[in-house]
């Protein structure tokens, strides 16, 4: 399909038959609590602009590359600003996603929608579960003299004992969702 500036767009029909109908800009606004949440817990949300701009806000796991150096904009600041971010994600000149944050910490990002068209479903095993199906152990542990309260820890080492992926949070469950692989 080619827009009415030349440029060829991708065809969405498959992302929305597997996710469904993406949200317009203001329509994610006004639900942008719950869908940080549903992504931080593995969904993916199509966000369109304009019809032809399309987004995906993604878990950190399907956020291709290296998480390191990319942008984090503030949760708050995203809600502001989502036309703004879903038009920089979806230029077909540029695929960087762009990290979005709570307290500094990465929780979910934006990507280009188009990435996602003929990629495969994203499996339904967690992170830390799929880690553990792959043979890696996990260890978790409990920093309570944190200035901020305690701070839950989980490290995830390979059979040689090479640390594969780390995360950190104020429980348990946020210290296994965060676990993000280490780059080399």
């Known amino acids: 399909m080619i827009n009415e500036s030349g440029v060829q767009r991708p065809a969405y029909a498959e ?18 609590s719950a869908l940080v949440k549903a992504a931080r817990d593995g969904e993916t949300i199509l966000i369109t602009r304009e019809r032809w701009e399309w987004a995906a806000l993604v878990p950190l796991s399907r956020v ?13 600041t995203a809600r502001g600003k989502l036309g ?5 994600v979806a230029q077909p000149y540029d695929e960087s996603p762009i990290l979005l944050g709570r307290h500094r910490t990465p929780v979910a990002a934006l990507i280009a ?21 792959d ?7 409990c920093d ?8 839950f820890s989980a490290v995830a080492v390979d059979r ?19 676990l993000t692989p ?3």
């Open 64 to 76: 291709p590359g290296i998480l390191s150096g990319l942008p984090l904009v503030p949760l708050s």
């Open 182 to 184: 280490t780059r080399d």
């Open 135 to 141: 043979g890696h152990a996990i260890t978790l542990t």
């Open 160 to 178: 040689n004992g090479g640390v594969v992926a780390a995360g950190a949070g104020a429980d348990l469950r946020e210290a296994l969702r965060t």
């Open 113 to 133: 929608a188009r990435g996602l068209v003929n990629r495969p479903a994203t499996p339904s095993r967690t992170g830390a579960e799929a880690m553990l199906v």
């Open 15 to 32: 992302l929305q038959a597997r996710l469904g109908n993406p949200l317009g800009v203001e329509e994610a606004r006004a639900r942008w």
């Open 144 to 151: 309570l003299d944190a200035p901020a309260g305690p701070v």
């Open 84 to 88: 703004d971010l879903v038009r920089q």
